[in-house]
């Protein structure tokens, strides 16, 4: 089912055909307009050290704007996935959501620069400008809660589930005190 506005090639690449989903911008590429899209990119294939799984598809909803001969894509990402805490390895579901503004130009006259994305054949490559802003705007640091008090150094037992049962090590110089005061 393939979207209005929405049209996938097949592209032969060393013999593995590759599915490239294409927005055409026809309508807007001359006169001032926009055209929406939605769309899930196939992430089933990518990972990232700190993801278990994916637990939703990656979905973006979005549109190419003309204004003043300047097309633009914006576009929000969403994605459900399950990670692990860096600081206690504990597993945690987050709703992960990426704003995407991306420029898109006919004839680029820097093509190394990232932040542009070419069009051709009056259309633009969907996945090369998605996935490019989900992975950019990926996490960097994945934490279960932003104050994860961690793991407990002496038994290995995540702390946001409440203290364990070890001793907490009295400051020796405490110790001392403790032991003057007694006598
Ligand atoms: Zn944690
Ligand atoms: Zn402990």
Known sequence: MTKPG??????????????IMLLDLKKIIAVPGRV???????????????????LSPLHAVGEVVNTAGALTLTASLSVKMLCLCDRCGTEFEKDKLIPVEAKLAGDLEDPDNPDIFPIADDA??????????????????FLCSEDCPGLCPKCGKPLKD???SCKKDIDPRLAVLGQLLEK
């Open 36 to 54: 929406s899209f939605e769309y899930e990119p196939d992430i089933s294939d990518m990972s990232f050290s700190s993801v278990v799984k994916w």
């Open 162 to 164: 409440g203290p364990c």
């Open 124 to 141: 633009v490559d969907l996945d090369e400008v998605l996935i490019t802003a989900f992975v950019l705007g990926m996490d960097t640091k």
């Open 6 to 19: 929405l049209s996938s090639i097949i592209i032969g690449h060393h013999g593995i055909g590759v599915i």
